[in-house]
């Protein structure tokens, strides 16, 4: 955890509370081992007895971990709009759109696709990449509707090799997700945030169900 948390610049209240879940965990599975080892030896019949103690701590575990991660979302997300409301223009807002969605899911793609009032126009997408490079308001033609009728797209990593070619994106992706922007009931556009960071990790439907609110607060700072 130190490890990441360094890697991922992670401020020192982050570390500190990192670094003590760690220890606290240490401590607690260290003495569940060691008794689990002395009812082995002594009373091997009732050494069943500490798969009660092993499952209410991995449940607790579980609870404190998702509690933290929507705390840390939530935070995240008020952070988030405070630094939109400094936004000078669009092309600024986009900008900082893109910046913390990538961030706040921990992906190495992240786009804002804007659609034209008339259906003549072509929608413009804006992009960041993994390498920093920044694509700001390109014209693009997409059909409506952006994103299946069937809700919000999910798409989860399968064996780490890039699984669908994504419209929304122009490019193959490993794993993403992604909401339709919506206002007054018309659809004003799409964010998408794709190739979660790492070998192992890959978006659930827990990310999905945050990225809404997330995209509400994005349709907000668009059209102010």
Excluded: C
Excluded at 59 to 74: A, I, K, N, P
Excluded at 207 to 215: I, Q
């Amino acid at each position: 955890s130190t490890a990441i948390g360094l890697l991922e610049r992670w401020t020192m209240p982050g570390l500190t509370t990192f670094i003590g879940m760690g220890a606290v965990s240490t401590f607690a599975n260290t003495a569940l081992g060691l008794l689990g080892v002395a009812l082995v030896r002594n009373d091997p019949i009732s050494a069943a007895l500490i798969v009660v103690p092993v499952i209410v701590t991995y449940l607790d575990y579980v609870g404190f971990w998702r509690e933290h991660r929507r705390g840390q979302h939530f935070e995240f997300l008020y952070n988030s709009m405070n630094r939109l409301t400094l936004t000078a223009g669009l092309e600024d807002a986009i900008t900082q759109l893109l910046k913390d969605s990538r961030a706040m899911f921990q992906s190495d793609v992240s786009a804002v696709i804007l659609v034209a009032d008339d259906p003549r126009e072509p929608a413009r997408r804006s992009v960041l990449d993994a390498d920093e490079q920044l694509d700001i308001l390109t014209p693009v033609r997409l059909g409506l509707p952006l994103i299946a009728e069937d809700g919000p797209l999910l798409i989860e990593a399968k064996y780490g090799r890039a699984t669908r070619w994504l419209d929304l994106l122009g490019r193959h992706v490993r794993d993403a997700i992604a909401i339709e922007l919506r206002h007054d009931s018309r659809t004003i556009g799409a964010i998408v945030v794709a190739d979660r960071a790492g070998d192992v990790n890959t978006f659930t439907r827990a990310d999905l169900r945050f990225l809404e609110p997330f995209g509400t607060h994005a349709v907000v700072a668009l059209q102010n």
